[in-house]
Nanobody, 127 residues
Framework: QVQLVESGGGLVHPGGSLRLSCAAS????????IGWFRQAPGKEREGVSC????????YYADSVKGRFTISRDSAKNTVYLQMDSLNPVDTAFYYC????????????????????WGKGTLVTVSS
């Protein structure tokens, strides 16, 4: 059984940076898609960035493109989300997710094909 545990959330000023970590345990198959989603109060959950374990291809939402970077350390079985130039609009609970039969575009754009969710970590961007 796959378990996903997020860490790295917290309070940061506008323009600051945070790095989120998603530690995965249990069996993961070649071709899995792992990604980050976020949900602000009163809003729908949206895909932020996803990465393929197959070829390393990545997807970024337009709202974070150029500011966020997703990466994976295969040896540590950990996926990171480096968040720079943070804005108050980035404030949300951030969730790590894994899909076994999907693509980065499908999972991230439509919040679809997710088989496992982490419990989330809160990111607050405020002055």
């Amino acid at each position: 059984q796959v378990q996903l545990v997020e860490s790295g959330g917290g309070l940061v000023h506008p323009g600051g940076s945070l790095r989120l970590s998603c530690a995965a345990s249990g069996f993961t198959s070649y071709g899995d898609t792992i990604g980050w989603f976020r949900q602000a109060p009163g809003k729908e959950r949206e895909g932020v960035s996803c990465i393929s374990s197959n070829d390393g291809s990545a997807y970024y939402a337009d709202s974070v493109k150029g500011r966020f970077t997703i990466s994976r350390d295969s040896a540590k079985n950990t996926v990171y989300l480096q968040m720079d130039s943070l804005n108050p609009v980035d404030t949300a609970f951030y969730y790590c997710a894994l899909g076994t039969r999907t693509t980065v575009q499908h999972m991230c754009r439509w919040v679809a094909g997710v088989d496992f969710w982490g419990k989330g970590t809160l990111v607050t961007v405020s002055s």
